[in-house]
């Protein structure tokens, strides 16, 4: 998130109720649960692929014994699978009306109908529906289609993680899923083009940034109140983010040349740098 979103976060927490803390990134609470709930003795570089309801997050992430730490971080802030659900949306209209010569309308197929329509693409080839008496089907290869050209992009920005964090595909050891359009087959296909190996999913993609953040906030609340158990699960976690955007400030610079103001942009804080930065 930018500035103003966690800012916006951060509000909303306040109006109802909550007295926030501390604020934690979504791939940095996935690549926590991973490291906690393995249960194995994880070394190395992984990959944490998020791609929610509303944006894609992909981390590369050093693991080594308890300590989690971020080396490269990237994103597309308005990408996910609400555009996956309009675009199919628009397809269908689309097609009623080629096919079949019959105006519908989005009140006729709700975005909630092309939610439902891509979850059962993402368990079966072919789905046919249903509106105002007239069926249609849909394929699976129609919907990949659909939404080839958001893959394309996002395969770019994990390309650009990778070439941050000075790594190549083959030296990551596993990709870990977060967020539930990542149950899409052909999304699975992508990450696989990317890294040249399957991800691993856990049964609750939707629930893996919840669940690190949990084990987060088990770290930095005050351990005696905590049982024994997730007590010494917290007590051993290290881990260190980065910036994921540059940060700086806009001042007016005079021009000795053309003897005017102008706007101008300086950077503070680069993007990539280690948090907390002095």
Same mark, same amino acid.
């Given at each position: 998130?930018? @500035?103003?979103?966690?800012?916006?976060?951060? @509000?909303?927490?306040?109006?109802?109720?909550?007295?926030?803390?501390?604020?934690? @990134?979504?791939?940095?609470?996935?690549?926590?649960?991973?490291?906690? #709930?393995?249960? #194995?003795?994880?070394?190395?570089?992984?990959? +944490?692929?998020?791609?929610?309801?509303?944006?894609?997050? +992909?981390?590369? !992430?050093?693991?080594?014994?308890?300590? !989690?730490?971020?080396?490269?971080? &990237?994103?597309?802030?308005?990408?996910?699978?609400?555009?996956?659900?309009?675009?199919?949306?628009?397809? !269908?209209?689309?097609?009623?009306?080629?096919?079949?010569?019959?105006?519908?309308?989005?009140?006729?197929?709700?975005? *909630?109908?092309? &939610?439902?329509?891509?979850?059962?693409?993402?368990?079966?080839?072919?789905?046919?529906?249903?509106?105002?008496?007239?069926?249609?089907?849909?394929?699976?290869?129609?919907?990949?289609?659909?939404?080839?050209?958001?893959?394309?992009?996002?395969?770019? +920005?994990?390309?650009?993680? *990778?070439?941050?964090?000075?790594?190549?595909?083959?030296?990551?050891?596993?990709?870990?899923?977060?967020? =539930?359009?990542?149950?899409?087959?052909?999304?699975?296909?992508?990450?696989?083009? !990317?890294? =040249?190996?399957?991800?691993?999913?856990?049964?609750?993609?939707?629930?893996?940034?919840? *669940?690190?953040?949990?084990?987060?906030?088990?770290?930095?609340?005050?351990?005696?109140?905590? @049982?024994?158990?997730?007590?010494?699960?917290?007590?051993?976690?290290?881990?260190?983010?980065?910036?994921?955007?540059?940060? =700086?400030?806009?001042?007016?610079?005079?021009?000795?040349?053309?003897?005017?103001? &102008?706007?101008?942009?300086?950077?503070?804080?680069?993007?990539? &740098?280690?948090?907390?930065?002095?």
């Amino acid at each position: 998130f930018p @500035n103003d979103a966690r800012v916006a976060t951060l @509000n909303a927490a306040k109006d109802a109720g909550l007295n926030v803390s501390h604020l934690i @990134n979504e791939p940095t609470a996935a690549a926590l649960y991973y490291a906690k #709930e393995s249960g #194995e003795n994880l070394s190395g570089p992984i990959c +944490v692929y998020d791609l929610g309801g509303g944006t894609f997050d +992909v981390s590369i !992430v050093q693991l080594k014994d308890n300590e !989690v730490e971020v080396i490269s971080t &990237e994103g597309v802030h308005y990408l996910g699978g609400t555009d996956f659900d309009k675009k199919l949306q628009d397809y !269908v209209i689309k097609k009623f009306k080629d096919e079949k010569n019959k105006k519908i309308s989005t009140k006729d197929f709700k975005l *909630l109908d092309a &939610e439902e329509l891509k979850i059962s693409l993402s368990k079966r080839e072919e789905k046919t529906i249903g509106v105002k008496n007239t069926n249609i089907k849909i394929s699976r290869q129609e919907f990949e289609d659909l939404i080839s050209t958001d893959l394309a992009m996002i395969e770019m +920005v994990c390309e650009a993680a *990778l070439e941050n964090s000075k790594l190549k595909a083959s030296d990551i050891n596993q990709i870990i899923l977060a967020g =539930g359009s990542t149950r899409i087959p052909c999304v699975r296909k992508s990450i696989k083009k !990317v890294f =040249g190996k399957d991800p691993i999913s856990f049964n609750n993609p939707d629930e893996l940034m919840a *669940l690190g953040a949990a084990i987060y906030a088990g770290h930095k609340a005050d351990h005696d109140l905590l @049982n024994s158990m997730p007590q010494k699960t917290v007590e051993k976690i290290k881990y260190s983010d980065i910036t994921s955007k540059y940060f =700086g400030y806009l001042a007016l610079r005079y021009d000795e040349k053309t003897e005017v103001e &102008e706007l101008s942009n300086y950077v503070l804080i680069e993007k990539g &740098e280690k948090i907390p930065v002095s």
